[in-house]
């Protein structure tokens, strides 16, 4: 396992430093921008007001942008886990399933390696990639967080991130289950964006209409508090996000171990009413 988890992590380094260099970049970037964003609050505030209530809902509402985890929610977090969660929903359709369509699974699998040793090594090299990405985004925030007015320290600073891992891992490790239930790894990237991009639109309407609070403890993103995590994670949410990631997990290698291995391309549902074979034309006598 620790070789598989070895050669993956090798081979998805350029993807660690493009995605973590550029979130690191952009977390820079946001720390020097907020002591003008708090020093020019009314400009912002009168400039913000023009935009209607349905665009800014998305970002969060406006209603505490000049506060710390306001800001940091309305500049980063709020839609950060769009962008990572389809990263990772991509990542984790491909760990297994883009070996088993371009048709080297099957000889990976044929040198003396377990099915169990191969699945649990690229999903921790998936699990340290995330963390990996994560860690150079903080450090993007805590390089600048001395020079700016934040009072947060750089521990604190680090708890969003710790939020935004536990709800990634979440879409990961369901993309991952459905590329073994699925025909195809396609299916399966665009069953687990689906559903993150509809419970990311929850939580929108949320801010807009609060009759459909109710349906918004059925999103996953309700479990995620975003900016606001600088101010303590709510533990019994991070818990339960990681039970449910255990459950897609278990889920993904109970299928692993007892499917058929494909020798390439995508499968087809098999529907027996649907796919009966042709019996054989009988020769007339």
Same mark, same amino acid.
């Given at each position: 396992m620790w070789t598989i988890l070895r050669y993956a992590l090798k081979?998805?380094?350029?993807?660690?430093?493009?995605?973590?260099?550029?979130?690191?970049? +952009?977390?820079? /970037? +946001?720390?020097?921008?907020? &002591?003008?964003? $708090?020093?020019?609050?009314?400009?912002f505030a009168s400039l913000l007001e023009a935009y209607p209530p349905e665009l800014m809902a998305a970002f969060g509402g406006t209603a505490d942008l000049f506060t710390e985890p306001g800001f940091l929610n309305f500049t980063? /977090?709020?839609?950060?886990?769009?962008?990572?969660?389809?990263?990772?929903?991509?990542?984790?359709?491909?760990?297994?399933?883009? &070996?088993?369509?371009?048709?080297?699974?099957? #000889?990976?699998?044929?040198?003396? $390696?377990?099915?169990?040793? !191969? %699945? %649990?090594?690229? *999903?921790?090299?998936?699990? #340290?990639?995330?963390?990996?990405? *994560?860690? +150079?985004?903080?450090?993007?925030?805590?390089?600048?967080?001395?020079?700016?007015?934040?009072? $947060?320290?750089?521990?604190?600073?680090?708890?969003?991130?710790? &939020?935004?891992?536990?709800?990634?891992?979440?879409?990961?490790? %369901?993309? !991952?289950?459905?590329?073994?239930?699925?025909?195809?790894?396609?299916?399966?990237?665009?069953?687990?964006? +689906?559903v993150l991009l509809a419970s990311y639109l929850v939580k929108t309407l949320v801010t807009l209409d609060e009759n459909i609070e109710k349906i918004q403890e059925f999103s996953p993103l309700y479990y995620s508090k975003g900016g606001y995590a600088i101010q303590g994670l709510n533990w019994g949410w991070i818990l339960g996000l990681l039970i449910v990631s255990l459950v897609f997990i278990l889920l993904g290698w109970q299928r692993f171990e007892h499917k058929d291995i494909r020798v390439a391309g995508e499968g087809s549902w098999r529907i027996p009413l649907l796919w009966q074979k042709t019996p054989p034309a009988q020769s007339g006598g």
């Open positions: 081979r998805n380094l350029p993807q660690i430093l493009g995605w973590g260099i550029g979130m690191a970049a +952009l977390a820079a /970037y +946001l720390m020097v921008l907020y &002591d003008t964003w $708090v020093a020019q609050k009314a400009q980063f /977090y709020s839609y950060i886990i769009l962008i990572v969660g389809i990263y990772i929903s991509s990542v984790g359709s491909g760990l297994l399933a883009e &070996d088993e369509e371009n048709g080297r699974l099957d #000889l990976i699998l044929a040198h003396p $390696v377990s099915r169990t040793a !191969l %699945f %649990f090594g690229r *999903l921790l090299s998936m699990v #340290l990639s995330l963390a990996a990405i *994560l860690t +150079l985004t903080w450090v993007g925030f805590a390089a600048f967080l001395p020079s700016t007015s934040l009072e $947060v320290n750089s521990s604190e600073m680090a708890l969003p991130l710790i &939020d935004l891992f536990f709800i990634s891992l979440v879409f990961g490790t %369901f993309a !991952l289950a459905l590329s073994m239930f699925l025909p195809s790894r396609r299916m399966a990237v665009m069953l687990s964006s +689906l």
